[in-house]
């Protein structure tokens, strides 16, 4: 492979985002051994692992527990980690092209599509990524008060992030204080009103997108039934049949297992519920009731309406019916789509592809997968730019203090690896006090101060020395 790159001058990638998919991105940049690589890992927060530390459940540590080769990925001596630096403001893609000979956009889908239906803008009606980034203390949502005085909650969706909100909603506070649910989710939670909670699918069990696992723990919590209609599960022989996939197969047998039980007079009820929309939310100005039309399946499998309504009595509706990426500044977008326009990774601008400019993640192909499934989607996309080597216009300024020298002339005050682990040592030192995995830092200006702090602190250490 021709190339100019050496140790002394290596490949410069800048990869913005630090979630799964930049920091897959990176890992398969330091693996190739054909080119020497100087990877910088941007972040809009101050806070690296995107997703799986503002999205996957509090409830789910074992799947948070990749932080750990994503921390050894950090640590790579060719790698640095620049948080609290924001896309379009604090670096543009003109800089970029400047301090770097490629880069990879990684910053996933963090919109979410509507519903369309007539109330949805009242009060109580939100996102279900919205209700996730609050129990998760995403610093963007720490501010929001979410007083969950509701009785009945309409999740709209069968994915993943659907049975996520609702098992929160759903678990006594004993089970969740053992997690690290920010504490003032805890402690609205700890006065949840909730008895009924309905997970609304527009199709039926066998299109629904939510995993076996997932689906089997709504079945064990403490103090919550699940209740499901026969009628809505039931599946022909023909049907099942046609089925290939054995996560829908399995799901179907889970379902109907739930369907047979006998509910026990727990304090909450789960209402799973098949081939039923939304059509309008109802209230003056809070949510006070969900109108939703029953449904059946056309010749192409598409939800189409019968003219049969019941009404819930709900006064929280949570849709959770997919993301959708959101625009960069300056940078290339399909809307209607909600990517970054690319072929394979590579990204295009009017047609032609702009070499230097990759692509990973959902904002590449679209909200799909799990975590893993970006490892691949990332090793594909640095591919192409390994392929590209010989045609990437070089960076006026490569030297990695450059970038930096430049962040700080823009009084940009961003957040070094060094400083993360020492805001992660003193989360997971605040809960191993409590018996938790960590007590997380939620506020933006609290967070900051302790890093500041940190950093003064490091400062006066080496003077003293």
């Known amino acids: ?147 969950l005085t ?51 699918g527009r199709r039926g069990p066998l299109q629904a997108k939510f995993t076996t696992k997932e689906l089997r723990e709504l079945g064990e919590l403490e103090d919550a039934d699940v209740i499901v209609k026969p009628e809505e599960v039931a599946v022909s022989d023909e049907e099942l049949a046609g089925v290939t996939d054995n996560i829908v197969k399995k799901n179907v047998e889970v379902l109907q297992e739930f369907a047979r039980r006998t509910p026990s007079g727990k304090t909450r009820r789960i209402h799973l519920r098949f081939f039923v ?45 997919g993301y959708k990426g959101v625009p960069l500044p300056g940078v290339p977008f399909d809307a209607r789509k909600g990517i970054i326009p690319n072929d394979g990774g590579r990204v295009f601008a009017d047609g032609q592809p702009s070499v230097g400019e990759y692509v990973a993640g959902w904002i590449k192909r679209g909200p799909s997968g799990v975590i893993g499934t970006n490892k691949a989607d990332s090793v594909a996309t640095v591919k192409l730019l390994l392929e590209d080597l010989e045609r990437l216009p070089l960076a006026e300024e490569p030297k990695p203090e450059a970038v930096t020298d430049f962040l700080k002339s823009k009084a940009v005050d961003f957040v070094t690896l060094h400083e993360w682990l020492a805001l992660d040592a003193h989360e997971k030192t605040r809960g191993d006090s409590q018996g938790r995995p960590r007590v997380k830092v939620v506020r933006r200006d609290e967070l900051l101060d302790l890093i500041r702090t940190h950093r003064e602190r490091q400062r006066e250490q080496s003077t003293s020395a």
Do not use: C
Not at 278 to 297: C, Y
């Open 1 to 147: 492979m021709s190339h100019p790159f050496t140790s002394d001058r290596p490949l410069r990638v800048a990869v913005i985002g630090s979630g799964p998919s930049g920091l897959y991105a990176a890992e398969a940049l330091l693996k190739q051994g054909d080119v020497p690589v100087s990877v910088d890992v941007f972040d809009r927060l101050a806070t690296p692992y995107g997703l799986v530390r503002y999205g996957v459940a509090p409830d789910h540590q074992k799947i948070k527990s990749v932080t750990t080769q994503y921390q050894k990925i950090l640590e790579d001596a060719r790698v640095r980690f620049l948080g609290h630096v924001e896309f379009g403001r604090d670096l543009t893609r003109e800089d970029l092209n400047r301090f770097y000979d490629a880069v990879v956009y990684a910053v996933g889908a963090s919109s979410d599509r509507n519903l369309g239906i007539p109330g949805e803008r009242l009060e109580g009606s939100m996102s279900a990524t919205e209700f996730v980034a609050w129990y998760n203390g995403h610093p963007d949502a720490e501010a929001r008060q979410m007083v």
């Open 150 to 200: 509701a009785r009945g909650v309409a999740v709209v969706g069968v994915g993943n992030v659907a049975v996520d909100v609702t098992r929160i909603l759903a678990k006594t506070v004993a089970e969740l204080r053992v997690t690290d649910i920010a504490d003032h989710a805890l402690d609205a939670l700890e006065r949840n009103h909730v008895t009924d909670i309905y997970v609304l």
């Open 277 to 321: 929309s939304p059509v309008e939310a109802f209230g003056t100005e809070q949510v006070e009731g969900l109108k939703i039309e029953r449904n059946k399946l056309d010749e192409n499998g598409n939800a189409v309406g019968t003219g049969e309504f019941e009404t819930l009595d709900v006064q929280l509706v949570l849709r959770s019916v």
